[in-house]
């Protein structure tokens, strides 16, 4: 990897610590508005894309079908903390499918969020696929599965008939290959392909504005938008930057978080789609450069440049609570198309 330094830790005044990466900002007729290292390289984009694995689920009727709300379809596009609220909508998406818990094949893992796992605990509970962070996206491929008249049973494999929808999509939507892409196999089990920045931030551009996109498409990707806009506890939890973002930013962006310092978002109002990867996988990194790319890239007012300004520059303090540095984007290397 030969990709610039964009993140910089820094401590009692200098720089202590860098995070490699790289950026593209692509526009809704794919024309390069910013690169940033190497954004051809392939890079499996892990929870980043649940969106776009969520339009099967608008296009197979199920949304409709099953009277899904603002909070089940942000759901269906999170990594929740599996707190009790994330937990509960997961199960009553799968009952309005006819379908229980038992159908998640995501497996099963403590509540991401620490305040919710300790409780977990506390309360003498045990984790199940419900509080999996990917429950939500799985619990809409067990809906879009019902909906298309298909045993849910096996989703995960790549020959299931939901999968390969989901894998069009996520092929269509970026205009990228995956027939020779490199295939590996994603924290809850479903396939993940490498891509490149430039085409997830083509696929971000075009999800955001609809464009070459057959209207159904477009209308699915809208009303995506629009439930994790209303809704965007649902996307993430408390106190974590895709919700706090979201909040102060409504339906002006769309951002999403993988693992493995992977970032992504939809900026709708100025047709923009953003992709970055921080090479070592760093999630305080991909949340501070995500967090200035908004700041450029979207006329704010004086509230939203606040809301913003935490996951800009992190302050760092000891545990005596003490500043003793900051997380900053250091985004220097920057080419304009």
Sequence with gaps: MNDPVI??????????????????????????????????????????????????LMESGAAERFGLTAEE??????????????????????????????????????????????????????????????SGKHAGFVCASVAMGVDPQGYIKPEHPLMRAVTDALETVTGASLKDAPRGIDGCSIPTYALPLKALARGFARFGTGTGFAPARAAAAEKLRAAVAAAPFFVAGTGRFDTRAMEGLGARAF?????????????????????????????????????????????????????LAAARAEVLRNWNGYEVGTVRAALTSISAA
């Excluded at 830790?9 to 200098?14: M, Y």
């Excluded at 609220?85 to 038992?102: F, I, P, W, Y």
């Excluded at 070592?280 to 509230?303: I, K, N, Q, W």
């Design 7 to 56: 993140v910089e830790v820094t401590r009692g005044g200098i720089v202590e610590s860098v995070h490699r990466g790289a950026v593209a900002v692509v526009d809704a007729a794919d024309g390069l508005v910013l690169g940033l290292g190497e954004i051809d390289r392939p890079v499996f984009p892990r929870s980043a894309v649940k969106a776009l694995q969520a339009l099967p």
């Design 73 to 134: 379809l942000a759901l269906a596009c999170s990594s929740h903390s599996g707190e009790v609220e994330h937990a509960a909508t997961a199960e009553r998406m799968l009952v309005k499918a006819g379908q229980t818990a038992r159908c998640l094949e995501c497996g099963a893992h403590w509540p991401m969020g620490e305040k919710a796992a300790r409780a977990l605990a506390r309360a003498g509970g045990e984790p199940t696929a419900l509080h999996n962070n990917c």
């Design 255 to 307: 951002i999403k978080t993988g693992a493995e310092g992977v970032y992504c978002a939809s900026l709708p109002e100025v047709g923009l789609g953003i992709a970055l990867k921080i090479d070592d996988g760093a999630t305080r990194a991909s949340e501070t450069v995500m967090a200035d790319l908004l700041r450029r890239f979207l006329p704010l007012g004086e509230a939203e440049t606040t809301g």
